[in-house]
């Protein structure tokens, strides 16, 4: 028996369900962002505060992409 699950114990395809990890952490990233985000604005650290809105862009961002992929791969 192998000890990587490929779906069968799931019922979802590895490809599927690492996409939606994928999502998932990046909404995640996008929530603690606005936390630090939050901290940094208490402390008046601009720079803090720029690099934190970057990244949770980003993470938006990536969430989307992924959102926009799985809706075409799990449509099909």
Do not use: H, P
């Not at 939606?20 to 909404?27: D, F, Q």
């Not at 996008?30 to 809105?53: C, G, K, P, S, W």
């Not at 990244?55 to 938006?60: K, N, P």
């Amino acid at each position: 028996m192998s000890t990587s699950e490929t779906g069968e114990v799931t019922g979802t395809k590895d490809k599927d369900y690492n996409l939606i990890w994928y999502v998932e952490a990046c909404l995640s990233n996008a929530l603690r962002m606005e936390t630090y985000i939050q901290d940094a604005e208490r402390q008046n650290d601009t720079e803090v505060v720029e690099l934190f809105r970057k990244a949770q862009a980003d993470s938006r961002k990536g969430a989307e992409l992924g959102k926009q992929l799985l809706r075409t791969r799990l449509a099909g």
